[in-house]
């Protein structure tokens, strides 16, 4: 029996009403307000400036420098996770005693809140208190200025979610390898295939597919970063690790110019579209292949 | 007979009346909650102790809200602006306050004063007429007098062997520097390595021979070290009305004059390792409140909270040996209106009166007559002398009666520099920038001052840079309505 509208609109209005009112409307209306100026301190009808903030925008060094920082991150960041997660996830993947027990183990970081990950790493940073210069220092290499040092404070925070986000990528990677048929794996061994040739060759262009996907969803979640950069280092030392969603952040709530953090963040949307059907294209030319 | 009878039945009456009368107190406020925005940390530890008493007495509650210094402003503000009135109280910084109360967020409390005085007059004028006014009204409570001092080593300074090698080296009297150049050939002769001599002693650790506060971001960094030189170097007629930040006619910056940029010099070679710590340019004010009091540094500017410091037994191995004074000055001042350096008979100085933490009520408060007796309580009697003495409080003295008091006079015995040091700065106080949006143009200058001293950016570079950025924070608040507020804050009439 097909349903009639009327069931229809009662089994899919909640839905479609939630949808509207809590990610439609909140879309729609900052759009609408990158287009106006609006001062919060006057509380008047903000005024129609078409598309002025966007212009602004466009000669905003310091927004192209948080962009340029938050690519920066995203890129090393993504690369080491990959690099790092298919490895892990490669040592997980062989049948050794306790492996169930590493699994549990290896995605603790990933279950820590970005705020405390940040925190965590903040007392680790520490110049003269923390431990990793103590270690440092025992082994003869000198101390580091992990976080006051603008060479390395971006280092250090591309550590932190390093640390936090190669287990999900190892994770999907090891789902990924254990749905892998064994027969291609025999008789590339039969026919005398060793391991990097093996891992080369047959395992990497099988699971390529999952770990671009993995790719992906990293690079749309560090574009976003903002609570480890916020805790780790609040942008600094200076503006070296101010990523764009923080500098949107401290427009729209330190100057509280809301107008032009809507146009800084429909701006941050186009560019994070566009590198996501750049790297979704990829991901469907390996699926292909 | 009929006497006794009437005495006992009067007698009797009073102490009716006197108890019902008690009774009231204690309940006055009997199922108030007052909600207070208070920073996170020792500034918070006078709502925790004497707001309680207070709760306690008559009936109420008072919740505090901690709120970390790195996102206080965005969430008092916020809940201001959006109408959320979580708060009832709310204690900033003086440089909110042209956001605050220019932003009409704070209850005017005159009539609240006309009728219960908090000790309105013995006010430091300063404070009073500064900093809790927003034009004729009355809308703030001062409860902390900051103003920015220099500590000191009294006993290396004495030191007749390091008299004498200072002299050898540099040519004149070692002393408390009263100049810019002073403090950096202070600085220099004092920085030691591990190892070396210090006051006849060999050094188990490095001494820095000063740290100044430099950090940027965390909110109590390098701006007001800048303001310090900055204001030192610059000459308008309204320097201690804080006229140092733009021209009153036109609300062009002044940041970026040869005075701003001299301050830079003056603090990047404040900054080079031959005279100061390896914190170098992560020095923030705890890093430097915790190092003077450990004995690690020789000298630097910051709030009066180093005298109590110097004298906490907990974290102190300085006590007694501390001297304090009037920020050093400058030879020479850049002349606005003249556009041209001039030299001085006596070096002029700037003190920024930094932060100073305020009271008010929200505007929107539910119980405001409550909100006003309990900030009253706050700022007056034995909370005012204990603010001053305590290292815990994060507070400094805002009243005149508090430096003559025979309590803090003894508690500042073994520091006798302390309290003259602390009423002579106040004469060369200069206000925080109290206009709308100060919050971003001390954003936009705390940058370029980062990217000056890393060497990124030429100071002139990176000031005019901040100066382009503070044109543009003022032309979204709206050029002439910052004007006028500027013009409002300097005590000038709008043009």
């Known amino acids: 029996m097909r349903a009639g509208w009327k069931e229809k609109a009662i089994l899919l209005g909640p839905t479609v009403a939630w949808l509207v009112a809590f990610s439609v409307f909140p879309l729609l209306y900052t759009l609408d307000l990158a287009f106006r100026q609006w001062s919060i301190f006057t509380r008047e009808n903000p005024p129609w400036v078409g598309f002025e903030n966007f212009r602004n925008l466009l000669f905003d060094g310091r927004f192209w420098s948080s962009l340029k920082t938050t690519l920066l991150y995203v890129g090393s960041s993504v690369t080491a996770e990959v690099i790092l997660g298919v490895g892990l996830a490669l040592l997980l993947w062989q049948p050794v005693r306790g492996s169930r027990i590493f699994r549990a183990i290896v995605v603790v970081p990933m279950l820590l809140s970005p705020v405390v990950a940040g925190y965590l790493f903040r007392m680790l940073f520490h110049e003269t208190a923390g431990p990793l210069n103590h270690l440092l220092a025992m082994a003869g290499l000198g101390r580091v200025n992990w976080l006051s040092d603008p060479s390395w404070a971006l280092a250090a925070a591309i550590l932190v979610d390093v640390w936090q986000w190669t287990p999900f990528v190892g994770i999907l990677a090891l789902a990924a390898l254990e749905s892998l048929p064994a027969e291609p794996l025999e008789a590339a061994r039969v026919d005398g295939a060793g391991n990097w040739h093996l891992f080369r060759h047959v395992i990497l262009p099988a699971i390529a597919h999952v770990v671009w996907v993995a790719a992906i969803l990293r690079m749309v979640d560090g574009l976003r970063v903002f609570d480890v950069i916020f805790v780790l280092t609040h942008g600094g030392p200076g503006v070296s690790t101010e990523v764009a969603s923080l500098y949107t952040y401290l427009v729209g709530f330190k100057s509280f110019n809301l107008s032009y953090a809507a146009a800084m963040s429909y701006g941050l949307v186009l560019i994070a579209l566009g590198l996501v059907r750049f790297l979704a294209r990829g991901a469907g030319v390996t699926q292909h292949k | ?495």
Request: overall charge positive; glycine content about 10%; some cysteine.
């Open chain 2, 1 to 495: 007979m009929r006497f006794k009878v009437k005495a006992t039945l009067a007698c009797l009456s009073l102490l009716l009346a006197l108890f019902g009368a008690t009774v009231q107190a204690a309940q006055q406020y009997k199922g108030v909650t007052l909600r207070v925005a208070a920073l996170s940390g020792s500034l918070s530890h006078a709502w925790h102790t004497h707001a309680q008493e207070w709760a306690k007495a008559h009936g109420a509650r008072v919740e505090v809200i901690e709120l970390p210094l790195t996102s206080m402003y965005e969430r008092v503000m916020t809940d201001l602006i959006t109408g959320g009135n979580q708060y009832d109280i709310i204690q900033y910084p003086s440089f909110w306050k042209g956001d605050i109360m220019g932003g009409g967020f704070a209850y005017p409390l005159d009539e609240f004063i006309k009728q219960d005085d908090p000790g309105w007059n013995d006010y430091l004028p300063v404070y009073r007429d500064r900093l809790s006014k927003w034009g004729d009204r009355i809308y703030g409570l001062q409860i902390d007098g900051d103003v920015w001092m220099f500590g000191y080593r009294n006993d290396l300074l004495s030191h007749p062997d390091e008299k004498k090698a200072f002299k050898a080296k540099y040519g004149y009297e070692l002393g408390v520097p009263q100049t810019w150049q002073q403090f950096l050939d202070v600085a220099e002769f004092f920085n030691r390595k591990k190892g070396e001599k210090l006051a006849g002693k060999t050094l188990a650790n490095d001494f820095y021979g000063s740290e100044l506060i430099l950090k940027r971001g965390g909110g109590m960094g390098s701006v007001w070290t800048f303001l310090t030189i900055f204001g030192s170097y610059l000459k308008t007629p309204h320097v201690y009305d804080g006229g140092i930040y733009f021209d009153p006619n036109t609300m062009e910056p002044l940041i970026n004059t040869p005075a701003g940029v001299q301050a830079l010099e003056v603090m990047k070679k404040a900054a080079d390792r031959r005279r100061s710590g390896p914190g170098g340019l992560d020095v923030d004010w705890s890093t430097f409140g915790v190092d003077f009091s450990a004995g690690k540094t020789m000298m630097g500017i910051a709030w009066p909270d180093l005298g109590p410091f110097s004298l906490d037994p907990k974290r102190s191995n300085i006590i007694g040996d501390a001297g304090f004074a009037v920020v050093p000055g400058a030879e020479k001042v850049w002349n606005v209106a003249a556009k041209q350096w001039e030299t001085v008979e006596k070096p002029h100085r700037a003190a920024p009166l930094a932060w100073g933490w305020t009271l008010v009520i929200n505007a929107k408060a539910r119980q405001p007559r409550a909100a006003y007796d309990l900030i009253k309580y706050m700022v007056t009697g034995e909370r005012a002398k204990a603010y001053a003495i305590s290292p815990d409080d994060g507070l400094d003295p805002f009243r005149k009666s508090l430096f003559s008091d025979q309590d803090v006079l003894k508690a500042y015995k073994t520091i006798p520099t302390f309290i003259p040091a602390l009423q002579e700065s106040l004469t060369v106080g200069v206000p925080d920038l109290m206009i709308p949006r100060a919050v971003a143009y001390y954003d936009a200058l705390e940058i370029a001052i980062d990217e000056a001293l890393r060497g990124k950016k030429s100071p002139q570079q990176a000031l005019s840079e901040a100066a382009q950025r503070w044109k543009r924070i003022t032309d979204e608040a709206g050029r002439e309505k910052q004007r006028a507020n500027y013009r409002f804050a300097l005590g000038l009439p709008a043009k």
